[in-house]
């Protein structure tokens, strides 16, 4: 559940485009001790603690810098388990492209086909699938409906719901009940209420429970061994960090969200895993593991999203994003829920991977009017991080020769631009928040 800093409240784009290019991006084998400075220098911009994982054919890194617990003094560790938020929207992509290739599944027919009791009448015979798993459906998000006091300028429901388990029809009622954002196909809105319903598409298709359908069809065959749907326990298994959530100065200090109830994220946000899980699964999907060719391409297929300037932030597919780094284009996705942020990206031809978690999350700062993030050098340092990950001697230098050979300070931050390609909150403040007496 998120999106791209340069993109919220809502980015719209026009229509279908051709596939981004899929040749390698170019690097180099990690360079372990540049990249576990640059991890230091993303927890001394602020970030509490930050594990990761990179992987360049046979070669890896894995390392962490900062705390994973506040109070105990505990330091993070790279094999965390952490809740990956809208990362979890490819594996349920995955999934209905599976299913698309058994025949089950027609991406351009009506979601009203499948669950007409779910997104009835007009609606459910003009959205279809392919527009909820590109996020061109108009469908609203859930997230103002399922948190009620963010719409009032208050986080009192994150700790009221904290426990709350919710169904995912209730949820798809909140985003449903909404009016349309846009006539559907014609614009571009994230919404998570798009991926609750695809895991109601699968459900009705398979006979089957969406999230064990996902551990059965995607999970397992790939081999990751950390990753699962937590259901209703708040628990996450294994070592973990505290998961701090700062809502843009609002929750001061920061407050541990951890412990949560995940069912109002689902198949659009729920999952649990590690960075090095990540890095596998990307590595298996795009180098052709779990699709046919034929729904792999549907999959890369995208349309640009574009920011509050015009220009094309990243674009968009079916359950993943391709966006445009120092050394060419790489796909994947971001996620971010209560406390935890993550970010997991790959090569176009699953070489070379590169995952991050973070457990301090909207750290940044809000304009006046409530609807832009201000720079905050946390932003540039983790770019900094992605590109070096991805993209090694290939990433631009630092204007000082010797900075390769010291820590990592990152720029001046009032010298910063919002950055247009940062991994975003899963809910931005709703729409009107900067008129409700924050």
Known sequence: MALLAGLAPAANAAGEGPPAAHAAVAGRHPDRAQLQRRLEAIHEAGIYGVYSAVRDGRARFDGAAGLADVSAGLAARPDLRHRVGSVTKTFTAVAVLQQSAKGRVGLDRPVGDYVPELLPGERGRKVTVRMLLNHTSGIDDYIGGAFPSLQTGTTGSLDDHRFRTVRPAELIGYGVGRPQLFEPGTGWAYANTNYVLLGEVLRKVTGQDPERLITQDVIRPTGLRDTYFPGADPYIRGPHARMYENFFGLIDPPRDYSAYNMTWAGTAGALVSTPQDLNTFYRALLSGNLLPRRQLDEMRTTIDVKDE???????YGLGIYSLDTPCGPAWGH?????????????????ARQFAIGYNLMKYQRLSEDGTVLLPHPADAALIDYRDRSLCGTTAPRASDPAADNRPAEG???????V?????RVDAMPPRGWASSGR
């Open 309 to 315: 300037t015009g220009a094309v932030a990243l674009r």
């Open 411 to 417: 720029p001046d931050p009032r010298a910063l631009p």
């Open 334 to 350: 971001d996620g971010a829920v209560w406390g935890a942020g993550t970010w997991a990206l790959s090569s176009p031809d699953g």
């Open 419 to 423: 950055p247009r390609a940062l991994p």
